[in-house]
């Protein structure tokens, strides 16, 4: 198969140095607003990959994100939002970038050409087989991702991806690619613009979607998220007088007594209050 790297094209957008701020802004924009069409086209490989991910996570598994750079970052990103959206622990949503928690901040030199660290940083958190391990690379040719891929393969952990380049050495790795072709970026070779945006896309369904099926959403709210500061308690106090049909000040310390929301309402409505 032919591979292009066409998040490396050569953008069709010419002297940006002369264009007037406007115009910056609404080329940048017009580019944007190809992301959701590109992505529709990927939704069955997206169906596919969440299918893998919810089976296993069913049975005690976890769901690895690894990249570099933009990637790498991406993906930390969404998995620390999985505890407190959802109230998961820490170590079910797990994102791996090249370089280490350095990398989140700093680019790490030649982090992402390492073919062995991968697979070692994977290491660190025992992955099995009973995991999901999804590699993140908008070129689809970091080495630090490909190579963990297929040491993953070896040790039969399935495996994903998401990429933006069309039959990319990472899409021919992972046994469930998800391919986003996003075309030349606005600021030629920039892929932390619409390839970086397409690829954060990706992950809010695949971690949300995993999460609705793993049973973590009531209806359309985040009965087990983390009552972290005063505005998701508030939140939470109003899913409880929705649900409930109760005032305030009830599910206040319906709230205060449980610690959950979740749990209040299923403690009120199995007549524990």
Known sequence: MNFIKTTEANSKYNNLEKMSISDLLININNEDKTVPFAIEKALPQIEMLIHQTVSKLKLGGRLFYIGAGTSGRLGVVDASECPPTFGVDSNVVIGLIAGGDKAIRDAVEFAEDSKT?????LLEHNVTSKDVVIGIAA???TPYV???L???NANQIVTGCITCNENSPLSLTAQFPIEVIVGPEFLTGSSRMKAGTAQKLVLNMISTATMIQLGKVKD???VDMQLSNEKLVDRGIKMIMSELKVNYQEAEQLLVEHKNVRTAISAFSNGNK
Do not use: P, R
């Not at 660290?117 to 940083?121: A, E, L, P, S, V």
């Open 150 to 152: 297929k040491t993953c």
């Open 139 to 141: 070129s689809g040719t």
């Open 220 to 222: 359309n709210k985040m």
């Open 146 to 148: 490909i190579s963990a």
């Open 117 to 121: 660290q991968g697979w070692k940083d």
